[in-house]
């Protein structure tokens, strides 16, 4: 049964690589991130001028939306993390040079913002005041969702999109998304563990 499911899941992962060459790279990045999700982060950054990733790890994320802003031709993608793996299972160590490594393609549009979320608020913002498009992964409990919410969604404006990591199995996440996000987007959709939605107002 097991042989059959991944033989299922590698056709899968093929017919997402032969659809979406132009993420070619990004395939290639180890992540969590699976196939599709790398795919709605490429589609939701394909009209973005500004994007941010709050959680970066070694750089697949970045690399979806740097891949979307080459088509775009202009854009900028800020990519705010400490590199010091504190929320990832495998345990505290440093991955800068694997981010920068894996994100040289797009070393030219990727403004790499690197501490706690909520401490780098204002160099944030001296690089842009607004987002086209927020990816939230970095600290999954509630607190840490929320502060993220709260301190970034002062970048959002209507039209923006939000996307959230790991709806599937975090309660702060889904929390967060229920209770303070749901109210303000227009639009909203979602895989098993990656939820996104379209603002309708500022928040």
């Known amino acids: 049964m097991n042989s059959i499911r991944n033989v299922l899941l590698a056709g899968r992962s093929l017919w997402f690589k ?12 180890p992540s969590h991130l699976t196939d599709q999700e790398r795919v709605v982060l490429y589609q939701r950054a394909r009209s973005a001028s500004c994007v941010a990733e709050i959680g970066s790890y070694v750089g697949a994320s970045a690399c979806c939306f740097g891949a979307a802003a080459i088509e775009r031709g202009d854009a900028k993608i800020i990519c705010i993390d400490t590199w010091n793996n504190e929320g990832m299972a495998e345990g505290v160590r440093d991955t800068w040079k694997e981010f920068t490594a894996n994100t040289e393609p797009y070393s030219r549009i990727i403004r790499p913002v690197r501490g706690f979320s909520t401490s780098v608020v204002e160099v944030v913002r001296a690089i842009t ?12 409990s509630y607190e840490g969702v929320k502060s993220d919410w709260e301190a970034y969604k002062g970048f959002l404006k209507a039209g923006s999109t939000v996307v959230f990591h790991d709806y599937g199995w975090a309660e702060g ?16 959709a979602h895989l098993p563990n990656m939820w996104w939605g379209s603002l309708n107002t500022a928040p």
């Open 129 to 140: 005041p607004t987002l086209d498009v927020l990816f939230i992964d970095g600290d999954h």
């Open 173 to 188: 996440v889904r929390r967060v998304v229920h209770e303070d996000v749901l109210p303000v987007v227009r639009f909203h």
């Open 18 to 29: 032969t659809r979406h060459p132009s993420l070619t790279h990004a395939f290639g990045v």
